[in-house]
């Protein structure tokens, strides 16, 4: 078997080894190969810097990284990693970690990073004895709010209308719900006033509902609320992926609305430096 990057293997015979690899997952993975184009594209997938086992033509195991600059650093976030079933159990991630590393700091990625569910112990192992640690905890969240009726008015503004900068927490975002990723992806966003004051911001994917992000502007009392119920006079069924533990404030406010809690993940990180 031999380890390469993916930048000359067709887009569909990565899909196949991918929704292999997730079939039976702690959560059920959409199919759709479009969701996965738009959804990685989005995310700044790079191929070249994404590798793959391949045992003869076949992929059998798979490291999917996008690649951008943030925080003063070049990042590889892991994507999707995964290994089709009859070749579980052969360390093949360590092995692909093995060829990846070398290659991703000879490209100029600093630092690696991931997600995984907390549940999946196996994973987590794997991922420490390549040197991966824990730094940050998220909560997901899903259902139908019930935040009361709305007392505000909402905006609805175009991505290069967002002050990014004035927008809190950035840093504590996961990867595909930062900024960055979010300018190719399927959001609306809104501003939300009360008293004609600018209070509060979201954003939503307009296909599935999923809020991106959810940040209030400052601590006036109620804020919060005023800011779910802005989010439920656009949709009541939504999904909140990946709510930084560290933000207590929000996640009471997201456990208050009625949204309960679905799946927890880590993020972790290897600091990788630079090949010499």
């Known amino acids: 078997m031999m380890v390469k990057h993916l930048g000359h293997t067709d887009f569909n015979t990565i899909m196949a080894s991918f929704l292999s690899a ?17 959804r990685w594209k989005a995310a700044k997938v790079d191929f070249n ?14 490291i999917i990284h996008a690649i951008d600059d943030r925080h003063g650093e070049r990042i590889a976030f892991n994507t999707g990693t995964g290994v089709i ?10 092995s692909i970690y093995d060829y990846a590393i070398s290659d991703l700091k000879r490209n100029g990625i600093t630092k690696s990073v991931l ?25 997901c969240f899903g259902g139908e709010l019930i935040a009361g009726e709305s007392q505000v008015e909402v905006q609805k503004i175009a991505y290069n209308e967002v002050s990014w900068e004035q927008i809190p927490n950035q840093d504590k975002y996961s990867w595909d719900f930062h900024y960055r990723c979010l300018k190719d992806g399927n959001s609306n966003y809104y501003n939300v006033y009360s008293n004609s004051i600018l209070e509060s911001f979201f954003s939503i994917n307009s296909e599935n509902g999923t809020i991106n992000q959810l940040e209030v502007l400052n601590n006036q009392n109620g804020n919060w609320e005023r800011l779910l119920q802005a989010i439920q006079s656009i949709s009541t069924q939504v999904r909140i ?34 090949e010499s």
């Open 22 to 38: 997730f079939e039976n997952y702690f959560v059920k993975m959409p199919t759709d190969y479009n969701f996965y184009k738009q």
């Open 49 to 62: 810097l994404s590798y793959g086992m391949f045992d003869g033509d076949e992929l059998v195991g798979f």
């Open 85 to 94: 079933p009859k070749y579980r159990g052969q360390k093949i991630v360590k």
């Open 115 to 139: 997600e995984v569910i907390i549940e999946n112990e196996k994973a987590i192992k794997a991922y420490e004895g390549v040197g991966f640690k824990i730094c940050k905890t998220f909560s």
């Open 241 to 274: 992926i990946n709510v930084d533990d560290s933000l207590v404030s929000k996640r009471l406010a997201i456990e208050n609305a009625g949204l309960k809690n679905t799946v927890n993940q880590y993020e972790m990180e290897l600091q990788l430096g630079n």
